[in-house]
């Protein structure tokens, strides 16, 4: 009977090594193929912060309200009062910087001057309109989130005008300067519109000349009117 031989299967340890290596090699060149064919990776940058622009508007409805106070001079116990008045009113506001800016109010509002004291019995005096623009230099507060509280503190010039006489025979109160303060808030829904709350304090105290009874005389009207404004904030 025939013998048999088995040849061993086994490959050795260094054979197998090579013939990994050879197959590495072959498959090479298609790899690189594939990689020479894929869209290369496109660097996208970061989007630019857009900063918001400094100019920003308000659409108020602003209630006047003067204190009463003054006189005639020369005449004892004479004292005057004023009609309030609720008006509309534009202001533009500028900013230099996150924090600070400078505001801009313009709007006209009519008043009733009246005699009271000593002059009671001349009851509506004149009626005036006045056109205040006033400039006030503004901080505002930003660590606040939505709700942007502010506080300033500026210059007003008074022009008077539109000037009608009643129970005297002619009125003039002339133009003038005054101080003003400034507090307030937007609330800013996003990043252009917002509900503003202002008030203002301006200190007005203007001259005045009447004819009363053919006699001419002089005066000082104390206004000092506080200035209050609910309103639409846009911001560009």
Not at 148 to 159: D, H, L, S
Request: aromatic share 14%; hydrophobic share 45%.
């Amino acid at each position: 009977m025939p013998s048999i031989r088995f040849i061993s299967s086994r490959i050795s340890a260094p054979a197998a090594g090579l013939a990994l290596m050879g197959a590495v090699l072959a498959g090479t060149p298609a790899l690189a193929a594939d990689m020479g064919n894929a869209p290369p990776l496109a660097y996208k940058a970061p989007a630019p912060v857009k900063e918001p622009s400094p100019w920003q508007i308000r659409l108020r409805v602003l209630g006047v309200f003067p204190e009463g106070g003054g006189s005639v001079h020369g005449v004892g116990g004479s004292n005057l009062d004023y009609s309030d008045s609720v008006v509309p009113e534009l202001d533009i506001t500028y900013y230099f910087t996150k924090n600070w800016a400078a505001e801009l109010i313009l709007g006209v509002t009519p008043h009733d001057i009246n005699g009271r004291g000593t002059l009671s019995n001349l009851n509506k005096i004149a009626e005036v309109w006045l056109l205040p623009p006033t400039l006030t230099l503004q901080y505002h507060f930003t660590d606040f989130g939505a709700f942007k509280p502010y506080v300033g503190a500026g210059i007003n010039y008074t022009f008077f005008f539109d000037q009608k006489a009643y129970s005297a025979d002619s009125i003039d109160v002339k133009d003038t300067f005054g101080w003003a303060l400034q507090a307030g808030f937007d609330y800013m829904f996003d990043a252009h519109w917002g509900l503003n709350v202002d008030v203002k304090k301006l200190f007005l105290q203007p001259d005045f000349d009447v004819v009363v009874a053919g006699e001419t005389l002089s005066g000082k009207a104390d206004l000092d009117p506080w200035i209050v404004g609910l309103g639409v904030t846009y911001r560009f």
